[in-house]
């Protein structure tokens, strides 16, 4: 089954040929999407013109990618590496490694630092401008997920464990928590005023977190289930792999393995809308910075194993998005 082409949206050309692991918009702009895969390749698409611009790879699956700025990107996965690529250039350096996959990068731009997460147990702060390691800090446990916050970090291990660091000060963890889900972490993503996180789970639920550790702020927290579908009278819980927040409202989207998107109003506590549902699952969301633009990847995740069937292939749908769809009501 294809992704019927509906006005509003397109899948792009040249995918990859496995899974996609991620996707972020640039910075300033919603024409350039950033998509990291499992085929080993990170590309670069131009999504107005619809064509691919550069592709770069890496040894082993790629897990995780970010841009710098606008003419750099980050790249991690399986190899244990973290690769910087230049696009005016056309080049590739290898930044550094960790002692095991590097599941996640992101770049801080607030304290100017790229910060990897790995299954090593550690996070890496990086210098983008002498590309060299900045310090290593030990987690609890594996690396699962990260969202930045301004100058803070969120960071989410196996365990359900969540830490809170201060990028400008990491001589010791600003707070320790545990995930209010009692299933393992899918991804954290920040609130764009800073104020808290969204956390999602394994068994489709996702929780509101406020960073703010006064009991007055942290009553306001709350947990709420999704993707979840009824068939034959039986419950389905599927995982919720994806979040991206909407830059000027706060809202977010999320994605999961029953090929749903839905956006909410985490404030309001109210579910926005729901797009149609795609053959697959969804693995990566990204919304562009003015929130026009939502990136959705396509790719089947082996939640239930080798397919016995034909899932849907791997691909990325862009969609322009309206206020009606984003905007707090």
């Known amino acids: 089954m294809l992704v019927a082409e509906t006005p509003n949206e397109f899948k792009l050309n040249n995918p990859p040929s496995d899974g996609v692991s991620a996707v972020k918009f640039g910075p ?5 999407l950033l998509l990291s895969s499992w085929d080993c390749s990170v590309r670069l698409y131009d999504v107005v013109t619809n064509t691919m611009r550069m592709k770069y790879n890496h040894s082993a699956p790629v897990l995780d990618c970010c841009f710098h700025d606008a003419v750099h990107a980050y790249s ?6 973290l690769v910087m690529y230049d696009f005016n250039t056309s080049t590739e350096s290898v930044v550094g490694t960790h002692d095991a996959p590097v ?54 291990t196996a365990g359900r464990r969540v830490l809170v660091w201060d990028l400008r000060n990491m001589a010791y963890v600003q707070q320790r928590r545990e995930s209010s889900l009692k299933y393992q972490t899918r991804c954290i993503r920040c609130f764009p005023n800073k104020q808290g996180y969204v956390l999602s789970s394994i068994e489709g639920r996702v929780a509101v977190e406020y960073l703010d550790p006064s009991p007055e702020v942290q009553k306001k927290k709350y947990a709420f ?74 790719s089947y995740m082996y939640e239930e194993g080798e397919p016995t069937e034909a899932v849907g292939e791997d691909a990325v749908v862009i969609r322009n998005v309206t206020d009606q769809e984003t905007k707090p009501k």
């Not at 991690?76 to 590496?81: A, I």
């Not at 790995?118 to 690396?143: E, H, M, N, Y």
Request: hydrophobic share 35%.
């Open 76 to 81: 991690s996965g399986l190899d244990n590496t």
């Open 225 to 298: 289930k999704c993707h979840r579908l009824k068939e034959n009278g039986v419950e389905l819980i599927y995982p919720v792999n994806a979040i991206s927040f909407h830059g000027s409202y706060n809202t977010f989207a999320t994605g999961g393995s029953d090929g749903f998107v839905n956006i909410w109003d985490g404030f309001n506590k109210k579910r926005l809308c729901q797009l149609h549902r795609y053959p697959t699952g969804i693995s990566s969301l990204s919304f562009s910075h003015d929130g026009t633009v939502l990136a959705i990847a396509l």
């Open 103 to 156: 599941s996640c990068v992101e770049y801080a731009t607030e304290v100017n630092v790229v910060v990897t997460g790995s299954w090593d147990q550690t996070i890496k702060l990086w210098d983008p401008r002498s590309l060299c390691c900045a310090g290593t800090f030990a987690q609890p446990d594996k690396v699962y997920t990260m969202g930045v916050c301004g100058d803070k970090l969120v960071v989410g």
């Open 28 to 32: 300033n702009s919603s024409q350039f």
